[in-house]
């Protein structure tokens, strides 16, 4: 029982570098199949692809290590899938309007739609405030090393 605890607090210890080999694992391989051309798109095309990864990754690595998701970790994952996810759109020529002129464009509905988010998430922080989960301590004691 003990060495099991060890050994999980080991991997609570890297688990930057169990994300970090795991991106550029599989990061790497991807780059290696459209050079050898597997898929019909160029790097340049599918590069969101590899933020898309990257978000998943440190998803999976957190959920792997930790036994739970936890806030701390669930933003950025959040955030790098829905970049990767817009910048794919736009790479692959989903849309034939350029990202410049989109941002261009609605640049300021883009700040209405954060400060509305950002509103609501005060809200809800407010009336739920007991569950909300960023108002708990997210560390587990076996953390604090």
């Known amino acids: 029982m003990s060495e099991n605890k060890d ?5 609570r210890k890297q688990s ?8 550029l694992l599989v990061d ?14 160029t790097l ?20 792997f290590i930790f036994r739970r998701i936890r806030t701390s970790f669930l933003f950025p994952s959040v955030m790098l899938v829905i ?3 817009g910048f794919l759109v736009f790479s692959t020529d989903l849309f034939h309007v350029s990202f410049r002129k989109i941002v ?4 300021p509905v883009v700040l209405i739609v954060f400060g509305i988010f950002l509103l609501a998430v005060y ?7 007991k569950k909300f989960p960023y108002m708990q301590d997210d560390t587990l004691e076996e953390d604090n090393y």
């Open 104 to 107: 261009s464009v609605f640049w």
């Open 28 to 41: 790497g391989a991807l780059a290696c199949m459209v050079k050898a051309d597997f898929f019909p798109f």
């Open 123 to 129: 809200e809800i922080q407010r009336i739920n405030y």
């Open 7 to 11: 050994t999980l607090a080991v991997l």
């Open 83 to 85: 970049l990767g996810s």
């Open 16 to 23: 930057f570098f169990l994300a970090m080999g795991l991106i």
């Open 44 to 63: 340049s095309q599918i590069w969101p692809v590899f933020v898309i990864i990257a978000g998943l990754i440190v998803f999976g690595a957190d959920l």
